[in-house]
């Protein structure tokens, strides 16, 4: 039984360059000569020498980690028009109606001008452009 606790690996490690009839003797499973087949090598972007690529081009800009891209959204006239009058539209009615789904909920969504609509509408928490500003308040809507 103390036998059987202390076997903890099932199978032995491949012990290399221990002769010809292992199939890793010789040179080990290095190959013939180069860089590779010597001790002590394992240089990544290593470029010979010559100044690596990594610090030859120029950093510039800052990238914020928090940055969002909002989805634009473009919803057909015949979904707009299924709305009732003076409705108001959040992310949220958009999620149960099932125009996005539940993992865009997060995402900031804008409204842009090609979104076509009749009906007098309200919505709330979108980015808007300003040409669908327009359009919304000709009909009487708003945003905020």
Known sequence: MINQISKQRQTSRKRKGKGIGTGLGKTAGRGHKGQRSRSGVAVRNFEGGQMPIYRKTPKRGFNSLKKINPKSLSISLVSFNKFDENSLIDIKFLIEAGFLK????????????????????????????PGAKKRIEDLGGSTS
């Open 102 to 129: 539940k993992k865009d909920h997060k995402k900031s969504i804008k409204l842009i001008d090609s979104i076509q609509f009749k009906k007098k509408l309200q919505f709330k928490d979108f980015k808007v452009t």
